[in-house]
């Protein structure tokens, strides 16, 4: 039966990542490329949200940027963040949509592997607490880890972000005995957070090639991508690529699961 968009287990959502955008207009110090440009284009390419990750080093997303984005885009806005007082004031000030907590290293060259959160479960209890009680929808980036994930429900955040990277990276390094290891561990710990009643958001490293078995899990309901896009963009163009992502998702979703795309 074909599931409607409205429906838990329906749509997928896209969320563009934009801090590329930043990060080639911070390799100049010019003030263009334009991350606000880029997520409005999205949206009418057809993204349903903008993440953008303001890091401790300011090394893409700026303060400014977020301003930027708050004050013009139409789009939800998934603010993605390291769990320290600085980010909470600041997220605390601007309440976007979404804050996505995800661990931050200043040496690492992106967000290298999920949140440890089930070694810092009260901590990250008590850091949410502010952000939920201001309305913002809290995601924690994890790896698919059972222990992860548990604790993940104990401390009632709504929704996990479940790090993809290790399937990804697998398969387009061609271990496919790996990436397949990998997609299994996606797969079931995607079943357990829906059963324990977790929103599932799936990121990191998506592309062309990996993002149809992904996008068949059905308790999956969001899909935040970035360099890819971006850098695909350079070949294509942005509004081409977010379409044609767009469409591997819906294709994907429509094979697995028979949903209705409004
Ligand atoms: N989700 C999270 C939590 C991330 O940290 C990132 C990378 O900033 C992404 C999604 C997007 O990953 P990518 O840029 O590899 O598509």
Known sequence: ??????????????????????????????????????????????????????????????????????ANIGLPLNFEMAATDEMQKIALRHTPHAVCIVPEKREELTTEGGLDLARDENRIADFIAPLREAGCRVSIFLASDQRQIESAARIGAPVVELHVGPYCDAHHEGDFAKSDVEFEKLKSMAQLAYELGL??????????????PIA???????????????????????????RRMRGLMDEARREAIGVTVA
């Open 1 to 70: 039966m074909a599931l409607l968009a409205s429906e838990p287990l329906g749509y997928l959502r896209l969320g563009l990542n934009i801090d590329h955008v930043a990060t080639v207009r911070n390799a100049r110090g010019s003030t263009y490329p334009d991350p606000t440009r880029a997520a409005l284009l999205a949206q009418a390419a057809g993204a349903d949200g903008i993440t953008a990750h303001l890091r401790e080093d300011r090394r893409h997303i700026t303060d400014s940027d977020i301003d930027a984005l708050m």
């Open 199 to 212: 929103e599932v958001h799936a990121g990191h490293g998506i592309t062309y090639d990996t993002v149809k």
């Open 216 to 242: 068949a899990l059905p308790e999956i309901m969001e899909l935040n991508i970035g360099h890819f896009l971006i850098g695909e963009a350079i070949f294509s163009g942005l509004d081409s690529a977010i």
